[in-house]
């Protein structure tokens, strides 16, 4: 009888063992397939986080800049089959080229994005302080990275230095520094462009100095529609310092101004492309020429007429597609 009882017990002991094992197993099981889940959901998140970072700059930069790459490819005289390989390439460097600077930009404005921009990622709580700090320096070390690898190390390494000056060091605050970051970026952003496919050409070096310039003169019309967010971070933009009224009228004027000097700079190119003659390219410069007139035209009468935020971020837009439109034309005239 008590043989009988103690291989009954020990039976009952075998099961409770043998359920407990299972039931950590399991337990284990359940950890491991909800860490997967949380992995995987992470990770698919983490595309439409850097979408919602740097959507506002798509039209500012990846897109111009991987454009004016492909006008440098095809100047350079390239084949077809290297085509996808110089888009690809430059699409990555300059989607790196924004990433970083908006990583950087936005973990230094949260305040000023709680007023202009509240469905940015950090305002809206989409992305920690500290998980957007991370990413920024890794950003960062990416664009060092395929900067260095690609041959256009100089030029990454200056837009890094300018970000930080602009950003980190505040130099945002003060509308010149802010403008002329800008500008310089505009020539990181070029120069590199340019030499992913080839040197600089002595039309390229025009384009180099023409197109920063008016960035550098006409970027304060973006910050028309932010004044009440920069006013809370005691940022100083050229609408503080010139008043409404004045800020509208020198952005008229500079873009007045701008519609002559986008046909000279088009039809410049084709006097230094050494076959001015061939009538397709001159056509097509001055068809492009029109279209860019008109912008800028465009851009002129609604800064003066059109006076809302929203208006005044649809006007400065018209400027970032005058960009795309001119730097899509160096396809055609270089």
């Given amino acids: 009888m008590e043989s009988n009882a103690m291989v009954e017990s020990d039976a009952r002991a075998g099961e409770a063992s043998g359920s407990a094992f299972a039931e950590t197993v399991g337990t284990e099981e359940q950890t491991l397939r909800r860490a997967a889940r949380g992995l995987v959901s992470a990770v698919a998140r983490e595309p439409r986080l850097w979408w919602n970072i740097i959507r506002y700059d798509v039209s500012a930069s990846i897109i111009p800049a991987t454009i004016f790459t492909l006008a440098a490819w095809r100047a350079a005289g390239g084949h077809a089959e290297e085509l996808l390989p110089a888009f690809l390439q430059g699409s990555l460097y300059f989607f790196l080229y924004i990433l970083s600077f908006a990583f950087s930009a936005q973990i230094s404005s949260i ?16 992305v ?33 230095v300018t970000s930080l000056l602009h950003n980190q060091l505040k130099g945002s605050t003060h509308w010149f520094i802010k403008d002329l970051c800008m500008g310089v970026g505009t020539v990181a952003m070029l120069g590199a462009a340019w030499e992913l496919a080839c040197a600089p050409t002595e039309a390229a070096v ?12 006409l970027v304060p019309l973006q910050d028309l529609r932010d004044v009440e967010g920069d006013k809370a971070v005691n940022r100083r933009t050229m609408p503080m310092v010139l008043g409404d009224k004045g800020m509208r009228w020198y952005s008229a004027i500079g873009f007045v101004l701008l519609a002559v000097v986008s046909p000279w700079l088009l039809i410049s190119t084709r006097l230094l492309s050494g076959n001015a003659s061939a009538p397709i390219p001159m056509a097509l410069a001055l068809a492009f020429s029109a279209v860019l007139v008109g912008i800028c035209l465009r851009i002129a009468y609604r800064v003066m007429r059109l006076r809302t935020v929203e208006h005044d971020h649809q006007t400065y837009l018209l400027f970032t597609y005058w960009y795309c439109v001119i730097l899509t034309s160096a396809i055609f005239v270089m």
């Fill in 128 to 160: 920690s302080l500290l998980g957007a700090q991370i990413r920024t320096v890794l950003a960062m070390g990416m664009y060092l990275l395929v900067g260095y690898q690609m041959g256009v190390f100089g030029w990454t390494l200056l837009w890094v």
């Fill in 111 to 126: 305040d000023e994005d709680l007023i202009n921009k509240p469905d940015r990622p950090l305002p809206r709580g989409d």
């Fill in 206 to 217: 025009l384009w180099l100095i023409v197109l920063p310039l008016a960035v550098f003169t």
